[in-house]
């Protein structure tokens, strides 16, 4: 599978990822993940992925947020634009503990400083 | 005894990951027919994410994505009060220590990097999304039953 799973922009110093997927799952977590990873390699410590266009996630797609907050290696990280499924999956999990979960970006960029 | 089922659906879905992907939407529109009325929406996204995680692991874990005669169901039964629903395959068993360390989600502590898992949460999942959950093997089957009890009106 070679289609895109990201969008990606900066804001400053700040990467914001977009996955283009409707559904986060099993089937493009790894692929998503890869991509991700590699949007932050340069060394970047501050993220925000914007799931506006995230319809569905289950836990391999949450297993990759968390791979990109552990790839900052202590940076900051802020998700926004969650839906009504994906809010279910971090509350559940208790990764909305762990996440800063903003309504929008303009919050989430604010949440990171900018 | 136990009691009666009001009605019963049964939900043939095709064992493999990529399969099941292409498959999701037909099965969010069948749950979405299924839900109860009286169920939070909240609710209804976590059974329906349980689900998924349910045949996830079935196909990457139970069958190995090599499905050679693989089959994969799921019974939906509305009871008196509750909601029944019966994940059967027959692929591998989960483990039994499997089954008993991820039954729950731990609280988790941001700053503790190393401990966020980045896999193994599908059957806290389920167990936070249902009230009961039981599994068990018999003549090559595995059934996962999962129940959640419907909020009764006063």
Not at chain 1, 4 to 24: C, F, K, S, T, W
Not at chain 1, 91 to 107: C, H, N, Q, S, W
Not at chain 2, 59 to 84: D, F, N, Q, S
């Amino acid at each position: 599978m070679n289609e895109r799973m990201i969008e990606l922009n900066r804001e400053g110093d700040i990467a914001v990822i977009e996955p283009v997927v409707a559904r986060l799952d099993a089937s493009v977590a790894p692929a998503f993940r890869q991509e991700a990873l590699a949007a932050i390699s340069d060394g970047g410590r501050r993220v925000v992925v914007d799931l506006k266009r995230v319809e569905f996630m289950d836990s391999s797609g949450l297993g990759a947020l968390v791979s990109i907050l552990k790839a900052l290696g202590g940076g900051a990280m802020a998700v926004c634009n969650a839906g009504p499924s994906v809010t279910s999956l971090l509350k559940l999990t208790r990764m909305d503990k762990v996440f800063a979960i903003e309504p929008g970006r303009a919050e989430a960029l604010a949440r990171l400083g900018r | 005894m136990r009691a009666p089922f009001i009605r019963e659906t049964v939900i043939d879905v095709p064992p493999r990951l990529d399969a099941l992907s292409e498959f999701a939407a037909d099965l969010h529109a069948q749950l979405q027919a299924l839900l109860p009325a009286g169920l939070e929406e909240i609710e209804g996204h976590a059974i329906e994410l349980a689900l998924w995680e349910a045949l996830t692991n079935i196909a990457r874990h139970g069958y190995r994505e090599a499905p050679e005669g693989a089959w994969l169901r799921i019974t939906w039964r509305e009871r008196p009060g509750a909601v029944e629903v019966d994940v059967q395959d027959a692929g591998s068993p989960i483990p039994a220590n499997v089954l008993r360390e991820k039954s729950s989600t731990p609280e988790r502590d941001p700053d503790d990097l190393d401990a966020l898992p980045e896999s193994g949460m599908g059957l806290a999942i389920i167990h936070a999304a249902f009230d009961e959950v039981q599994y068990a093997t018999a003549e090559g089957v595995n059934t996962l039953r999962l129940v959640k009890r419907l909020p009764t009106t006063p």
